[in-house]
């Protein structure tokens, strides 16, 4: 008799799209505020947004710390269903990033943009815990 193999695995740390210690770090590193300040913005973080969105099931790619930002459950919310009016000042401010042709490009879009803080300066994310200036050399 024939019998399916089971295929379920234990769900590890690794598995999950982006790990709670990471989305701390991001918050953390974007200082403890929502970056978005939309309609109804909370004010302090409580999540981390995809600058570049993966999609449901994406891939993982995106999930570096470049294409993360610290947002309430609000803003986290309205950005996905943003007017492209909306949508545009999200762009102009580095809040979201347009998809490139692969998942590694799009990284790459997003490590390459810098992102508008609240108090209008513009940093690089490097990692969840560093970011630099953007008037500072660029070095990879």
Not at 35 to 45: H, Q, S, T
Not at 68 to 75: M, N, R, S
Not at 109 to 129: C, H, N
């Amino acid at each position: 008799m024939w019998r399916r193999a089971n295929t379920r695995t234990k769900k590890h740390e690794h598995d999950v799209a982006v790990t709670v210690a990471r989305k701390m770090a991001v918050i953390n590193r974007d200082g403890g505020f929502c970056l978005m300040a939309l309609a109804d913005c909370l004010g302090e973080a409580q999540t981390t947004h995809h600058r570049a969105n993966r999609g449901s099931g994406g891939s993982k790619v995106l999930d570096h710390p470049a294409n993360l930002v610290a947002v309430c459950t609000v803003c986290n919310g309205q950005a996905e269903d943003a007017s492209a009016l909306i949508r545009f000042d999200l762009i102009e401010r580095g809040l979201r990033v347009e998809k490139a042709a692969t998942n590694a490009a799009t990284l790459e879009r997003a490590k390459r943009t810098p992102v508008e803080y609240l108090t209008g300066q513009r940093w690089f994310l490097i990692s969840d815990t560093e970011r630099r200036h953007e008037d500072e050399e660029w070095t990879t």
